[in-house]
């Protein structure tokens, strides 16, 4: 998957990309997958563990392809989040906006 | 009527110690601050918060909701436990996004996107409607453990509801979130327990995976084998577009914040977690056990159907998997299902009791009476408000009957006029807070009218929910569109500053562009593939 990018500036994680609406793709597909797939494997049909083993594939591969970016936005995230919250203390109160 | 052997009592007495006393464990924790009592300090691994999202969407009332359609619709009434699904989506959109507003609830993200009278006005509505529809849920979640302690031991409705609510109550009033997620976990493991023992137990009663298939063959009945046996494509009472617009709501509904009234519960579970990342796997792997669960139960109620198939009343037929674990069980673990019942239902009473009180808490008394209120005036009045809710529950508890049709009023109804605006104001930077509040004040109004009072009055025909989804959609918009553009867009120095701390998606053009103007974002060069 070298079309994926696999590393990522804290700027670059910020926007979103190809990565993020290939994920929203993936997501929902997998879990279709999964749930039909639970369900008829419990059936012991056979074409339930094929679209069960398909559910398992999709989640690996929606894995691989968001994980570096989750991980970039959230090591630049944690960094500032003392000072969103002294900021959002301050920017919530109803006194503020209307001074 | 069941019968309660020294095992049974064992079970039950180990459960309710480990229960209680994971608040009496957390006690110290829960009390430390406001952000301890309602976000257990922001700080909780992924696993944590997924377990509680699993754990707290098992609900008493769930395994009834899903036996009713089920038991209805065979395989494809899957599709109606679908809804979840917009955390398919919303695992990486607005999770991420909501996540780094750090706003601790719903209601207060609303006055970080939205400013002025607006949206304090908007942020009041959704916490006052909040505080009272936690009330709902802990009432109708509460009822039905009044129904299942009726059909097991024979005790008025009314003893299950209160009792068990109660002893909840006492580790959320003792540790708050942390003492609601801890339980959740250990609740968590316990009900996927009992509901695959319950499950595999009630399957193999009905003559095992093979047998099912082949005595709903003999039945005629083989098209519930199907999960896309629909009655047509707008004919019949279960339509491929109702399937159509179900997946419109709840995979698109992703994209938004409240587009589901599960948001809420998961709104508290993402700020709980110690970064972006553990909240968006939370959420996304919370769900998926919750549809797994769903498809284990599936096809537990297929069994059931083959073992009872002829039961008419929606009330009779919703207890179907309870009667399988009651019924079928082995003596001595009748009492380990009852205490798997009881993790299943602790475990929602607790967040929702917990989850109001942070409303009343954090976006009235807070915001409104008592800004300058110390960590210990906040967290007491969390406790407070805790109780309100739970004497709150008993009364609505009390007053409903049926589970099914109180669940999916709730859980597509209410929500249909508020689907689209929910999602707006996450991807469309004009839509403004006077838009939001016309699109939830309109369909408060519409949904009634058009679900009960004008077809109770022959002004309208009895339409199918999918039908009714898509009229209120449309007529909220008649409202709220017009509002949002003859009111004055958001000041664009707040646009910016949310911009800047939440990185949305959708069309912002207007404000990134504003912002790097200003120098606060560094401009990219477009990313190499």
């Known amino acids: 998957m070298a079309w994926i990018k696999r590393k990522w500036t804290t700027a670059e994680a910020d926007e979103w990309t190809k990565e993020d609406w290939l994920t929203i793709v993936i997501s929902p597909i997998a879990y279709t997958l999964i749930m039909l797939g639970i369900a008829l494997s419990f059936l012991l049909l056979p074409v339930g563990f094929v679209i069960l083993g398909l559910g398992i594939i999709a989640t690996i591969v929606m894995h691989k392809i968001i994980d570096p970016k989750l991980k970039a936005i959230s090591d630049e995230y944690e960094k500032k989040q003392k000072d969103y919250i002294l900021e959002l203390e301050r920017s919530v109160r109803w006194e503020d906006e209307n001074e | ?529």
């Open chain 2, 1 to 529: 009527m069941v019968t309660l052997t020294l095992l049974d009592w064992f079970w039950l007495i180990m459960f309710m110690i480990l229960m209680v006393g994971c608040g009496v464990l957390f006690y110290r924790l829960g009390k430390r601050s406001e952000s301890d009592f309602f976000l257990a300090g922001r700080g909780l691994p992924w696993w944590l918060p997924a377990s509680s999202v699993y754990a707290t969407h098992t609900a008493t009332d769930t395994p009834m909701w899903v036996t009713g359609v089920i038991y209805r619709y065979g395989l494809s009434g899957l599709w109606y436990t679908f809804f979840s699904a917009w955390c398919a989506i919303s695992a990486f959109v607005s999770t991420r996004i909501f996540r780094r507003s750090v706003a601790y609830t719903q209601a207060e993200w609303n006055t970080i996107r939205f400013g002025g009278l607006g949206a304090e006005m908007l942020r009041g509505w959704i916490a006052g409607w909040q505080v009272f529809m936690n009330m709902f849920i802990l009432g109708w979640v509460g009822i039905a453990m009044g129904k299942i302690c009726n059909l097991a031991f024979g005790w008025p409705t009314w003893i299950g509801l209160v009792l068990f609510s109660s002893i909840c109550a006492i580790y959320v009033l003792a540790a708050g979130y942390w003492g609601v997620v801890m339980a959740d976990f250990q609740q968590g493991v316990i009900a996927l327990a009992i509901i695959i023992i319950v499950s595999v137990w009630g399957v193999l009663a009905a003559g095992g995976p093979a047998g099912i298939i082949t005595k709903l063959g003999e039945m005629g009945q083989s098209w519930r084998l199907n999960p896309f046996a629909f009655t047509g494509w707008f004919q019949g009472d279960f339509p491929a577009a109702w399937f159509i617009t179900m997946l419109v709501i709840a995979v698109l509904g992703g994209f938004g914040m409240g587009t589901s009234i599960d948001w809420y519960a998961e709104a508290q579970r993402i700020q709980s977690n110690k970064t972006v990342r553990d909240a968006s796997y939370s959420i996304w792997w919370g769900t998926l056990f919750v549809l797994a669960r769903n498809a284990i139960w599936a096809i537990a109620i297929l069994g059931f159907f083959v073992l009872f198939p002829n039961i008419q009343e929606t009330a009779d037929y919703e207890l179907g998997w309870f009667r399988l674990g009651f019924e079928y069980l082995p003596v001595g673990m009748v009492g380990f299902f009852f205490a798997a019942i009881l993790a299943i239902h602790l475990s929602t009473i607790s967040t929702h009791l917990n989850l109001g009180a942070v409303y009343a808490t954090r976006d009235l008394y807070k915001h409104y009476f008592k800004p300058e209120a110390t960590e210990k005036q906040i967290v007491w009045f969390g406790r407070i408000a805790t109780f309100v809710l739970l004497i709150g529950s008993f009364f609505y508890g009390l007053t409903m009957e049926e589970i099914t049709s109180w669940l999916i009023f709730a859980l597509w109804l209410m929500a249909a006029g508020i689907w689209l605006p929910s999602i707006l104001q996450v991807v469309w930077w004009r839509f403004n807070a006077w838009g939001y509040l016309a699109s939830w004040i309109a369909n408060l109004g519409f949904s009634w009218l058009v679900v009960w009072i004008l077809p109770a009055f022959g002004l309208l025909p009895e339409l199918l929910d999918y039908q009714q989804f898509w009229i209120l959609m449309v007529l909220g918009a008649l409202i709220y569109l017009p509002v949002t553009f003859l009111t004055r867009p958001e000041n664009m120095d707040h646009l910016v500053k949310y911009y800047i701390m939440s990185r949305p998606i959708g069309w912002w053009g207007p404000v990134k562009k504003e912002a790097e103007q200003r120098g606060l974002l560094n401009k990219i060069e477009k990313i190499k593939s």
